[in-house]
């Protein structure tokens, strides 16, 4: 039985086109910056988020670990949500590498942080306290389901941390999502960021890679600091070319992905024991709760059993994401699995 993964837009599968540029890609020593897909990829990214330079890292992961070292040194401290990408899922990688504290403000349920608490946050001149370097946002915000964050969102924000000379960093993972769901340009969006990671292997469907972007003096230090966590690649074009084809080609379709979470979340408020706010399904995804006598595993495996794989964020809270390859039949279909294993849709579904 063929599985309808929702688990993430990174199991998305490289396209035809991305399949064909990597195996006609022009490649050189990208240590050496002598890969011309690399350097045309770089080039093109920076210009498309109004940046001076930007810089090819291996994973988003990278991205931000390498941005936190450019932007701190060894004991500083650097706010971010409690919440965020980094701050749960990179292995505490700028503590454990850069020796930079990591100082966590609430997510509200929109993925911002309130700018009174990024202020009381922020370290005061006192020789017993780290220095407050850096404010981290996260756009759109994985851990609250995909939300979508305004340039006014975001400007609340970074003139708090702006105003005590704090630079900022942008975990923009899926910011191109963002771009899309706001219908405005990235360079506009991040216009205030000083430096932005993207991913390309998520809605993109590159099969690796991701992009660190700033002014040109941030991104040359960041290249000696891409070098100590040993993300200096050779012929790294290879990937590069996939990568271009994402962004030349994969942005505009992301609206795609949207219309069917929407869709998959509107149908999921018509099962029994789903809990959905459409409040929150702002791009590629769906975070819900079950009313369920079930343990959460256990629906978890039913769901895969039948041929349905969704994620799970915490012991209350589950996820599907919308990706290349997911249309209207899939998202049917999965309604269809969740139905069944769930007992069945409420009176009056159709």
Known sequence: MPSID??????????????????????????????????????????????????????????????????????????????????IYECGGASVLGGISMHTVPNLADGSMDPAQIEWAIRGDNVHFPR???????????????????????????????????????DGARVFNAAIALGVKMADLVAECDSVQLCFSKGLAAPVGSALCGSKAFIDEALRNRKVVGGGMRQAGVLAAAALVGLEQMVDRLAEDHANARMLAEGMLDIRGVNVDMNLVQSNMVMFTLNSDKPQEQVLQELAAEGLRVSSMDSLHLRAVTHLGIGEAEIKQALCIMARVLGGRKAGAV
């Open 6 to 87: 929702l688990r993430s837009d990174t199991v998305t599968l490289p396209t035809p086109a991305m399949r064909e540029a990597m195996y006609h890609a022009e490649v050189g020593d990208d240590v050496y910056q002598e890969d011309p897909t690399v350097r045309r990829l770089q080039e093109a990214t920076a210009e498309k988020l109004g940046k001076e330079a930007a810089l090819f890292v291996t994973s988003g992961t990278m991205g931000n670990l390498v941005a936190l070292l450019t932007h701190c040194r060894r004991g500083d401290e650097a706010i971010m949500g409690d919440n965020s990408h980094t701050f």
């Open 132 to 170: 407050t370097r850096l404010l981290c946002l996260e756009n759109t915000h994985n851990r609250c389901g995909g939300t979508v964050l305004s340039y006014e969102q975001m400007h609340r924000q970074i003139e708090v941390a702006k105003k005590y000379g704090l630079a900022i960093h942008l």
